[in-house]
Antibody
Framework: QITLKESGPTLVKPTQTLTLTCSFS??????????VGWIRQPPGKALEWLAL???????RYSPSLKSRLTITKDTSKNQVVLTMTNMDPVDTATYYC??????????????WGQGTLVTVSS | QSVLTQPPSVSGAPGQRVTISCTGS?????????VHWYQQLPGAAPKLIIY???NRPSGVPDRFSGSKSGTSASLAITGLQIEDEADYYC???????????FGGGTKLTVL
């Protein structure tokens, strides 16, 4: 059974750096082909893909947020960490991690965590 | 403004059929990338209900079906049930952006 769960601060101040952890079970990021991504959703708004890390440590970032994002993995702990610098109130959102399922025509996010709401406010 | 365009809302009575469109471009759906669909119930995380344009994960009722043509895709829901009331999102990949992209979401109301 595949499960993912996000953890991190619920409140951050503007200009601070956000660090979120995705803890997962039921699969390993050492297995060829496995990938984990981060997606966010501002209140009442649409989903937005942020970053993806691949089993071989290759990484992909949203072009619009690339300068602010870093994604890393700790295979010994079955965790993926996302950091986002220079937080702003517009970054207030529920942040999800999800296991990515690769397909020849472009993959999908097959399994999702419950999400964690992060509010940016002074 | 989302890369994939969906209608903000659709509605239907119980038992009826509704469709939700998802329009992309020549660099996303039109480039041959698959479309996937997610259902997000109120207060819950998204759930994959259609992958690879037409396929249903195990456990998803066959009332849900997907199709793709050209630069667009559609999700059809037949035999509408009250519990289908949710937000629905399409997702694909855009080669110009080198990014996975989502639609703006469609709110389904079951009258």
């Amino acid at each position: 059974q595949i499960t993912l769960k996000e953890s991190g601060p619920t409140l951050v101040k503007p200009t601070q750096t956000l660090t979120l952890t995705c803890s997962f079970s039921g699969f390993s990021l050492t297995t060829p082909g496995v990938r984990v991504g981060w997606i966010r959703q501002p209140p009442g708004k649409a989903l937005e893909w942020l970053a993806l890390i691949i089993w071989d440590d290759d990484k992909r970032y949203s072009p619009s947020l690339k300068s602010r994002l870093t994604i890393t993995k700790d295979t010994s702990k079955n965790q993926v960490v996302l950091t986002m610098t220079n937080m702003d109130p517009v970054d207030t959102a529920t942040y999800y991690c999800a296991q990515y399922s690769a397909m020849e025509g472009g993959g999908n996010f097959a399994y999702w965590g419950q999400g964690t709401l992060v509010t940016v406010s002074s | 403004q989302s890369v994939l365009t969906q209608p903000p809302s659709v509605s239907g009575a119980p038992g009826q059929r509704v469709t939700i469109s998802c329009t992309g471009s020549s660099s996303s759906i039109g480039a041959g990338y698959d479309v996937h669909w997610y259902q997000q119930l109120p207060g819950a995380a998204p759930k994959l209900i259609i992958y690879g344009n037409i396929n249903r994960p195990s456990g998803v009722p066959d009332r849900f079906s997907g199709s793709k043509s050209g630069t667009s895709a559609s999700l059809a829901i037949t035999g509408l049930q009250i519990e289908d009331e949710a937000d629905y999102y399409c997702q694909s990949f855009d080669t110009d952006l080198s990014a996975w992209v989502f639609g703006g979401g469609t709110k389904l109301t079951v009258l």
